[in-house]
T-cell receptor, first 110, second 112 residues
């Protein structure tokens, strides 16, 4: 069974800290997504990547295809970064369906 | 662009009732999908569509029907609601290359 594992499940940080959230998957993929779910419930896409590294503002996503692992980093964390971060993978094929991790709940304290 | 819209935002049903959750997108996306989100679990795929007139089952399709008569709309029908269908439902869409996923705001459903 194709699985997506995220760690940690919960994370509490102080404002300004560097944060890392990890995602591992079991078989080869065509792409990996990082999503953010706000406390109000809305889900937005942060990154889609199939190799290397992407950066957007204070967020950095990396992927190691050989190790089947991806990380999401947040630099200089802020209370507004508090959210659930979700990793999802696309195992390819014509359907392109996604398999989702259970999410990492991040709380950044001021 | 409105993106992906869903209605209603919240619904309470009694066991055995039927209803339709609406989803629409104005980005001309080919791929649309329905997920349910339950506590302690990742989003799970219910049904998906790769274009108008084409639908297929996902991981948890039982108790749900879909249709895709237009590119824009992808309604989800609950045939006979059960308490196990209490969940938050998200509709999503993406373009031909299955790139960035765009999610609707979600529908919170409570089945009594």
């Amino acid at each position: 069974k194709n699985e997506v594992e995220q760690s940690p499940q919960n994370l509490t940080a102080q404002e300004g800290e560097f944060i890392t959230i990890n995602c591992s998957y079991s078989v080869g993929i065509s792409a990996l997504h990082w999503l953010q779910q706000h406390p109000g419930g809305g889900i937005v896409s942060l990154f889609m990547l199939s190799s290397g590294k992407k950066k957007h503002g204070r967020l950095i996503a990396t992927i190691n295809i050989q190790e089947k692992h991806s990380s999401l980093h947040i630099t200089a964390s802020h209370p507004r970064d508090s959210a659930v971060y979700i990793c999802a993978v696309n195992y390819g094929g014509s359907q392109g369906n996604l398999i989702f991790g259970k999410g990492t709940k991040l709380s950044v304290k001021p | 662009n409105a993106g992906v819209t869903q209605t209603p935002k919240f619904q309470v049903l009694k066991t055995g009732q039927s209803m339709t959750l609406q989803c629409a997108q104005d980005m001309n996306h080919e791929y649309m999908s329905w997920y349910r989100q339950d506590p302690g679990m990742g989003l799970r795929l219910i049904h998906y569509s790769v274009g108008a007139g084409i639908t297929d089952q996902g991981e948890v399709p039982n108790g749900y029907n879909v249709s895709r008569s237009t590119t824009e709309d992808f309604p989800l029908r609950l045939l006979s609601a059960a308490p196990s269908q209490t969940s938050v439902y998200f509709c999503a869409s993406s373009g031909r290359n299955r790139g960035t996923q765009y999610f609707g705001p979600g529908t919170r459903l409570l089945v009594l």
